[in-house]
């Protein structure tokens, strides 16, 4: 059984900083990527940030770019999201995800992962 489970999130003000974590498991292959993606309210969920495979680098959204870092413990099989500098805008559910055979093309789009956590709230507010 595929478990991606987050936590981390919560409430913080403008300038502030979180650390969100994914432990993964029950993931079928060594082959699957975990990256994370987002979701505000009214919007469709947005890839933040992730790699292709393991070997090639971090990829950013342009409005996390500079603030946001993911980095990874293979060991734990955890990924994590180091978020400073927090808007309001980064206000949303940060979700992880696990696919594979990522390519440039593919690798922001939440259709091509197929197993996904529950989400971790953060709200950024004054």
């Known amino acids: 059984q595929v478990q991606l489970v987050e936590s981390g999130g919560g409430s913080v003000p403008p300038g502030g900083s979180l650390r969100l974590s994914c432990k993964a498991s029950?993931?079928?292959?060594?082959?699957?990527?975990v990256n994370w993606f987002r979701q505000a309210p009214g919007k469709e969920r947005e890839f933040v940030a992730g790699r292709r495979r393991s070997g090639t680098s971090e990829v950013y959204a342009t409005s996390v770019k500079g603030r946001f870092t993911v980095s990874r413990d293979s060991a734990e099989n955890a990924v994590y999201l180091q978020m400073n500098d927090l808007i309001p805008e980064d206000t949303a559910v940060y979700y992880c995800a696990a696919g594979r055979g990522l390519i440039v093309t593919s690798l922001q789009l939440s259709s091509q992962y197929n197993y996904w956590g529950r989400g971790t709230q953060v709200t950024v507010s004054s």
């Open positions: 029950g993931l079928p292959s060594n082959t699957y990527t």
